[in-house]
């Protein structure tokens, strides 16, 4: 036998397997075990086989027949459902297969950045109750990969499957999307399925379409260049290099992990360490400032009998930015950088009785670094607490400096749209929910722009008109401030309260459910109630509910006052707790000052001896307007605003 003989034999024998492999019936990943189907609408299914291939489908006693294309896809299209379930589909073609406990009910898309992908797991300490009772076999997720990709719009997920809530799997679910899905199916009891598709940090242009930002020159460049596997090849090099050296170096300079004793030894001798009360941030202190790197902090402390028996819990709060955890000298975890809450577990044997010693080792990279302050630190047992705030002694690792974060690659423009939105897009849909925009912060301008244009694109993309586009304004964040100011969050949340003239939208205030000291709040629940009355409202046709607290209509002056109207109002205006705050009023100069508010009717007159003669009007214009009151009297928050934007 010749060597071209077994070469042309060879490729034959690919060739006959390829198209043997291709035979096969594919199903997308959302068409798998378990899946929510659309109800009360046609639905499409499709897959892959081979090209001309027959496929046939039978479904509740019916056989549809259909023939794979010229690329081999095919589809099937029948009639619309009733809720119900759990029904078998199987499809025949060379081979077959059968998807089973498809139920058809109400399926909603979850989008945005990390408020939205924020799990279960991550409040469990506070809904513990909730998850414990969490079996449903009608409230289902499929969590989408976080994938991206420039180039090109894709047709199916690279992974992910439908799980339905019990204790176990209700961990992995966005803690938005399932409350917002308990309450839907408490008042409809209809299955409900939750794509969800979020990824943190991420900013609207990552889920638009490269089409859809061709009205944004900027962003459609970024997005041109970022389909160059080489440019991004060099930022990851470049990036990896740099932050590699930089650790490197301060390991290298670091005392607390090079000399002997190690800083995380009990016996070291601390008494010439200098003091400071944690929670707090070193750069509040005179010996480190503004320091960058690693700094140590050691604290010693007395445990009784009982919390040596079994594991305690260790809190920790916040970080900022990267930690090292040591007890009596034993390594007890780490945590890589600010956002996640640190609980970590000291497992029995670690903790004597009598006096102990923890030790930390805390990576700053730039700004503040420290613990953060009204958060939990404390050690655990089943019987017995040990408070960890109050004097820790610390010290200096080694200075560097400031280190730029990596490029965030997966966050530019189109990237999660072409992977994770745009094989969703011949799946029928209820509506979606989202949550995002904190990483827009710095042009809310441009956002006023382009959240509309996602929300018409998308809508335009999914071919089913204008479905319910529900979403959450930025709750209130960081420190308070005394005065009136301008605010980059009042801004972007401005921005979101002009999308809602946009149809078939609705949004979720949060102005009074966030934290000052975390960007990431843990009072989900309500976050996904109030999304879910929005949704009987506009997805489920209750005309009756109020579904919004009061949004501003108009302005007008009345001599030296400022008349203030609404839409919204309810069974009328409130003041949680005594008179109206946060209200500021400014002449054409808009030199912000505060002002006194009250209630006439469904109206809200403003005014303030400071300015006679008054132009403008803001309510709860800060990134934290924090006691904030003005609701409906149904306990739905008023949306902040300006009369600015009107103008």
């Not at 360490?273 to 010996?287: H, I, S, V």
């Not at 209630?599 to 300015?611: Q, T």
Request: hydrophobic residues 40%; glycine residues 8%; contains cysteine.
């Amino acid at each position: 036998m010749t060597p071209g003989f077994i070469r042309v034999l060879s490729i034959c024998l690919f060739l006959v397997n390829a198209v043997d492999l291709f035979g096969q019936i594919k199903l997308p990943r959302l068409i798998s075990d378990g899946a929510v189907l659309q109800r009360d609408a046609k639905i499409k299914l499709w897959g892959w086989a081979s090209i001309n291939e027959a496929v046939s489908l039978h479904f509740k006693n019916k056989v549809y027949t259909t023939h794979a294309n010229g690329s081999g896809r095919w589809e099937f299209v029948i009639p619309a459902q009733p809720s119900g379930g759990p029904f078998d589909l199987m499809f025949k073609g060379t081979n077959e297969v059968t998807i089973h406990d498809v139920l058809f009910g109400d399926v909603w898309v979850c989008s945005g950045q990390s408020n939205m992908e924020l799990t279960m797991d991550r409040v469990k300490d506070i809904y513990s109750h909730v998850i414990a009772n969490s079996e449903n076999q009608n409230i289902r997720q499929f969590l989408v990969p976080d994938k991206y990709d420039f180039k090109n719009e894709h047709v199916d997920l690279e992974g992910g499957d439908w799980q339905s809530a019990n204790p176990k799997n209700l961990l992995s679910f966005s803690a938005v999307a399932y409350f917002f899905a308990k309450e839907i199916y408490e008042k409809e009891h209809v299955p409900i399925g939750l794509i969800n598709a979020a990824l943190g940090g991420s900013p609207v242009e990552a889920w638009m379409s490269e089409d859809a930002l061709i009205s944004f020159p900027k962003l459609h460049d970024e997005c041109l260049k970022f389909k160059n596997d080489e440019f991004i090849h060099d930022i990851e090099t470049s990036d990896n290099k740099r932050m590699k050296d930089w650790y490197e170096e301060l390991d290298s300079k670091d005392p607390g992990i090079l000399s002997s004793p190690k800083w995380t030894d009990p016996k070291l001798d601390d008494n010439e360490w200098t003091e400071m009360a944690l929670p707090g941030f070193w750069a509040d202190t005179p010996l480190l400032k503004n320091v960058n790197g690693s700094v140590w902090f050691r604290r010693k402390f007395n445990v009784p009998k009982s919390l040596t028996k079994e594991p305690a819990s260790l809190w920790l709060g916040r970080i900022v930015d990267q930690d090292s955890v040591f007890v009596n000298g034993k390594f007890i975890g780490t945590t890589g950088y600010q956002y996640p809450p640190r609980k970590y577990t000291i497992n029995q044997g670690i903790l004597n009785e009598g006096e102990n010693l923890i030790a930390i080792r805390v990576i700053n990279n730039s700004g503040r670094g420290g613990f953060v302050p009204d958060k939990p630190y404390f050690i655990a047992g089943p019987q017995d607490t040990i408070n960890l705030t109050g004097l820790w002694r610390y010290k200096l690792g080694a200075a560097m400096p400031a280190l730029a974060g990596p490029t965030a690659i997966r966050w530019k423009p189109t990237g999660l749209y072409n992977k994770m939105i745009s094989p969703l897009l011949t799946f029928p849909i209820k509506g979606v929910i989202w949550y995002q925009g904190e990483s827009n912060t710095k042009l809310a301008d441009e956002y006023r722009k382009l959240f509309p244009a996602l929300i018409l694109s998308w809508r335009e993309k999914w071919k089913q008109g204008d479905f319910p586009f529900l979403f959450v304004q930025l709750a209130n964040f960081m420190e308070v401030k005394t005065a009136p100011s301008e605010s980059d969050w009042a801004a972007l949340r401005d921005a979101q309260l002009h999308t809602l003239a946009v149809s078939k939208t609705g949004m979720a205030v949060a102005i009074d459910l966030g934290e000052w000291n975390d960007v990431h709040p843990l009072n989900k629940l309500d976050v996904g109630k109030r999304l879910a009355i929005i949704a009987q409202h506009l997805a489920y046709n209750n005309r009756k509910i109020i579904y919004s607290g009061p949004i501003y209509q108009s302005a007008k002056v009345v001599r030296s006052k400022i008349e203030i109207s609404f839409f919204n109002v309810g069974s009328g205006l409130i003041a949680e707790g005594g008179e109206l705050k946060y209200f500021s009023i400014a002449g054409v100069d808009k030199k912000f000052v505060w002002a006194k508010a009250k209630i006439e009717g469904d109206k809200i007159m403003v005014w303030s001896d400071e300015v006679v003669s008054p132009a403008f009007v803001r309510y709860a214009w800060a990134d934290n307007p924090q006691g904030a009151n003005l609701y409906n009297k149904e306990g739905l928050p008023a949306s902040p605003f300006t009369s600015e934007s009107s103008k």
